[in-house]
């Protein structure tokens, strides 16, 4: 698989849950209370701000008994057209933020200095498991090696 989705993915798996969880409220606490304003207002045939303000605030305040007032004034239909506008902006919204978490590179989320560049142990040809110079966790430079064992030695080295 591509490893900028497959980054995404294990980024961002704690938070699909979360998603899932802020699509629904979002459903039943602004959408439905929207939907059934705007169906209020627009009964007469031509639609009223002061009725749809009116009717959104004390809709806001009970969401679930406006679901049910959806239902029994037929305004269903409303309801899931805009309820499919708002889920067509939040998954908009939401994949925009799945691409920009990706990895920028191959090795963005690997840890510098280990042994993540070698394969089933080849790197203990050269290196030791057990003692000498520390390289990285579980590889040594072994002091008995012959040849030459100069080390080069990139990153930081900070005091404070």
Do not use: C
């Amino acid at each position: 698989m591509n490893y900028k989705l497959e980054g995404a993915i294990r980024r961002n798996r704690k938070y699909f849950i979360i998603y899932a969880i802020l699509w629904v409220v979002i459903a039943i606490v602004f959408v439905s209370p929207f939907s059934y304003s705007a169906h209020v207002a627009g009964l007469d045939g031509k639609f009223s701000l002061e009725i749809f303000i009116e009717t959104f605030g004390t809709s806001i305040t009970n969401p679930f008994g406006t679901f049910g007032n959806l239902i029994s004034s037929g305004a269903i239909g409303d309801y899931i057209s805009t309820l499919l506008v708002v889920t067509i902006f939040y998954t908009v919204f939401f994949f925009i933020g799945f691409v920009r978490s990706a990895p920028k590179n191959e090795y963005s989320d690997i840890e510098h200095g280990s042994s993540d560049w070698s394969q089933r142990g080849e790197q203990y040809r050269i290196l030791s498991k057990n003692n000498g110079i520390i390289l990285a966790e579980d590889n040594y430079l072994p002091l008995d090696k012959r040849g030459n064992i100069n080390v080069l030695v990139v990153g930081r080295f900070r005091f404070w």
